[in-house]
C-alpha cells in the first residue's frame, strides 16, 4: 500500500516496521511530528521526556536491556543529549539504537543552525540521511541493522525539508523483534577508565571496519549519466541538484559518516570535473579535498542558509538567472496570537521599564516591537542561570530591575537546575513562568504538568508549587495574567524583594480553548486614537488612517485591549 | 459516479508537472487545502510531493506550502518563476510570493487583508495598490471575497475550501473527485457546509 506521508510520518513507520519498543522525544520543530505520529502505534511504547538528554538516557536503557528505541530531537537538542551521546558510543547497545536528529538549515524555528553531522564525526557515530519519505522510512530500518550489526548507536540526520515535505510512501508489514538477551557486561557497560579505555580501542576498530563497508552499502551509490560533470551530494540537496542536472553523475551519500572512501574515488576518477553540493559547512568537501581530490565547486555555496534548484544551477552553470525581483512590501513576522496569556505579562513588564532573561518558546516572541519584553535569549533553561550571573555580576540593587521568564515546559526542561543554583548560592532574583499549561511553540505537547501522556492519558500532574517550594523558594505567587491590575501588583513587589521568589503566570494557551468568546468591538464615539492599546501588538487590532477597529474574525475574546484602554472605548460585542 | 482513473491521468499530462504554491498568514487553515489536492493527486496516480512549514511561522507569520505533483517529482520545493498557479488566502502575501508565478501562470486571490505587525504599529503602510501590482505581475489573476462568501454561509472557518473550489476550476480534474477529497478530509460534523463552500468557489 502507498501513502503520503510527511518525512517525521515516515520516520515513526520505519520504526513501526523495524519493531521498535521504545520511543522517547523532546519536542521541538523540525521534529516533533516523529513522536506525535509514533504514539498512535499501540504496539510501541512513546513518551515525552521532560528535556532531550532524559529521552536518550531512557532510550539507552531500552536498547541495552534488549528491546529496539528510538530517540528524536532538534539538532540543538543533541547539544542537551550530548553527554550520553559521547559515551554510548563506547559502550554499544544490544538491541538497536536510532537517534533522529533534525536540522534546521535556514533556521526556519531555532536559534542556531549547527550541523549534527559534525557529531557523528566527533563521537564516532555512523550518520544517515535520507532525502525522501520513502528513504526516512526505509532508512530507519536500515539504521536498526546497521546498529545491531555493528553494535552501535546511529544517527539518523533530517533537515526540516525532508521533516516537513509529504511524499509517498511504499508501507511493509513489520518484523517482529524478539527482546535480545541482556547479559551483565562491566567491562562493556561501566564507562569507567579502565574499562573506557578498551571500548575507545573497540570504537576505532568499529568505525575502521564501518568505513570499510560503506564502499559497498546500497545507501550510498553512483548514478552513472553524462561523465562531463560529476556531482556528490547526499539529502534534500540531492533532490535539488536532480531537478536541476537531469543528466549529470551522481554519487549520493545515505551515509554521511564515515566516508567511502574507494567509492568517492572511483566516482572521481570516472568523471571530468567533479563538484560537491551540500548544505551548511562544507563536511564532505573538506573531506573529499583532504583526499587529494580536485573539486570544482571549493567555497562556491554559501554557509548559511539553505540551498535551491536555482541557487545551484546558477552557481554551476555560472549563469544569472533572471528572476523576478521581491515586491517591496511590510514583512510579516510572527506574533503572539490573539488572546495569547504571555501579552499581558509583556505589556506590565515594559511598563515598569523591567528587563529580563529570556528564555525560549512562544514568548520569545514578546521580545519584538512593541513588547520588547526580554533582553536575551540563548538556549532552553538559560533565562534563570542568567539572571543569577547578572545579580551577582552588578549587584542586589541593579538585579531588582530584572527577572528571569521562562515558560512552564521550558522550566521542567532545563529551568529547575538553574532555580536551585539561585537558592543555594544565596541569589535574589525573581523568575516569572509563563504557565500555559502546554508546549506551545512547537504545537501543544503535553508535559509533566499537564495531567497527560504523549498516548493522551491521564498521569500524574507535577505541581509546580510543591516543587519550587521543595526547591527552597518561599516566596512564591499565582496570577491570572488576564488580570493585569494583579500582574503590576504582583511584579513590582516581588523585583522588589530581597530574597529568591517565583510569580507562576497560569492560563492555558488560547489556542487550547476552542471556543471563542464573544469579540470586542471599539466605540467610535468614545475613542480619542491615543493608540495605548496598538502597544499591546494584538494581530486583531487594526488601524486605518487614524480609526481603530478589531477584526471579528481575529478576536478570541481575552478583553486585554479593553484593559488597558483608557477612555473605556473598547466593549464586548453584545447581539 | 465512477471515475476512470487512467482517462483522468492522460487528460492531466497534457499538464506536465503542475506547481501549486499555497500562501497565506500562519493559522488561516493553509494546510488542509495542500493535503487534499495532494491526496487527489496521488489517487490519480501522480508522484507528489508537498512542503509545509511547521513551528514558529504558524503563529501569524507569513506561511508557504508547495505541492507539486506529475510523472516524476524530485525536489519539493517550487522555484522562482516556477508556480504554475499560486493561491493566497491574504492578499499581501500575494504581493510578497507573486515573484513565484510563471509566466502563463494563475494567481487566485482572496480579497481580505491582514495587517502585519509593522503596520499594526505605524511603522510600515500596508500597500493601497495591492491588487493592482498583482493584476499588473500576472498574466491571470482571480479576485474572490473568500471570507464573506465563508461568513454567509455561516462559518469563517470554510474559507479555505472556497478557496480549493475556485482552484478546482483552473484545473482539469472532474468535479466528483474534488468532492469526494473534500468529504475525506474534512470532519464529518461539516462536510455539508465544506461542499457548499466548494461549490460557491467553484461556480464563481
Ligand atoms: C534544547 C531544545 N529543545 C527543544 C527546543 C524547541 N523548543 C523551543 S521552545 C520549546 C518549548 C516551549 O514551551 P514552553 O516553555 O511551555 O513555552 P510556550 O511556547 O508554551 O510559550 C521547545 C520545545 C529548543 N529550542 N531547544
Redesign the interface.
Known sequence: MKKLLLGNEAVARGAYEAGVKVATAYPGTPSTEITECIASYDEIYAEWSPNEKVALEVAIGSAISGARAIVSMKHVGLNVAADPLFTVAYTGVNAGLVIVVADDPGMHSSQNEQNTRYYGMAANIPVLEPADSQEAKDFVVLAFDISEKYDTPVILRMTTRVSHSQSIVELCEPERQKLKEYEKDVSKYVMMPAMAKARHVAVEERMKRLGRDSNTISINKIELNDKAIGIITSGIAYQYVKEVFHTASILKLGMVYPFPDELIREFAAKVDRLYVIEELEPFIEEHVKGMGLDIHSGGMFSIQGELSGNIIYSSITNKDLELRPKADIPGRPPVLCPGCPHRGVYSVIKKLKLHAAGDIGCYTLGALPPLEGIDTCICMGASVGMVHGMEKARGRDEAKKWIGVIGDSTFIHSGITGLIDIIYNKGMSTVAILDNSTTGMTGHQDHPATGKTIKGEPAPVLNLVELIHAIGVEHIEVVDPYDIERTEEVLKEEVQREEPSVIIFSRPCALLTKERKKPFVVNQDKCRHCNMCLGIACPAIVRNDKKISIDDTLCNGCGLCANVCRFNAIERLVD | MYVDLMQLKGWLIKMGTTNILIVG???QGTLLTS?II??LA?ELGY????????????????VVTHVKFGDK?????I???KADIIIAFEK??A??W??YLSDTGVIIVNDQK??????????????HDVLD?IRE?SSKCIVIDA?SIAKGLGN?RVLNTVLLGVLANQLDIPIEVWLKAVEENVPSSTIEINKRAFMEGYNQ
Open positions: 498568514v500562519g493559522g493535503r495532494g491526496s496521488m508522484d507528489v510531493k508537498l512542503s509545509e512549514v511547521h513551528g514558529m511561522a504558524q503563529r501569524g507569520g507569513s517529482i524530485f525536489s519539493p520545493l522555484e522562482v518563476g499581501l502575501e504581493l510578497r507573486l515573484h491582514i495587517d502585519p505587525l509593522p503596520v499594526i504599529l505605524g511603522i510600515a503602510q500596508y500597500p501590482r505581475g471570507l469563517d
